[in-house]
């Protein structure tokens, strides 16, 4: 190939390479262009900051200024120095920490009062049931009382007084203990033993299982009186104390020949 057809080729490829060359610097043209117009507008933004920081700062001046002012005239009015103050203005604050401590520790005293209130008011109606309980006890004992007095017997006494009602066994004498109308004292009595019962003293003498009988002897205000032959459940009457009072002997159960027992009745 000869020197002139070589030609050609070559300028050809210079000029591609001229043209991406052109194309890159009017790329880098374009890119730069834009670079700066970014940073011309951040540059402004930065301006404008600055400026208003700047505003800011004298605003903030002017307004510790102020303050400043207005704490001296307030000072000098109250007589205070400016370490006075400080010295108040620190006391404010620990009040108002300890204001919210105490309205921490009101708010939870009141949680435990409510609490508190809720549990008793518990109680209360526990309490209520058990008293309803109680009282339903108390009607059903009332109305035992009552059967169990109407089946007790009303007997005349061995000196003929009329006694009031006679209690045949201990069930029917802790009925007669319940009404209160008279005071109750139980006894055992061993033949030959002097036994203080009450305000009394009593002696067996003599007792018969089979024909169901008993002779005592009864020592009151330095008296004796012997109930010779008597019966079960009779009420053996005898006069005592210093206004003389009807005092009475029942002997419910002949244990043996040398036991009996049973109860003495006093008045109140």
Known sequence: MSEFDSTPRNSGALLAAIAIALLGAVGGLIWSYTLSNRLATQQTELADAKQQNVKL??????????????TDELGKSLGLTQKQMDARAEDLLRREDAQDVNNQRLEAAQKQTAQQVNSVSGEVSSVKSDVGGVKSDVAKTQNDLASAVTQMQSMRGDMGQQSGLIARNHEELEVLKHKGDRNYYEFTLNKGDKKPVGTVSLELKKADVKKNKFNLMVYSDDKKYEKKDKNENEPLQFYSGKNPALYEIVVNSINSKNQISGYLSTPK
Not at 57 to 70: G, H, I
Request: aromatic share 0%; hydrophobic share 50%; glycine share 0%.
């Open 57 to 70: 700062a004298a605003d903030l001046r002017e307004t510790d200024a102020r303050l400043r002012v207005a």
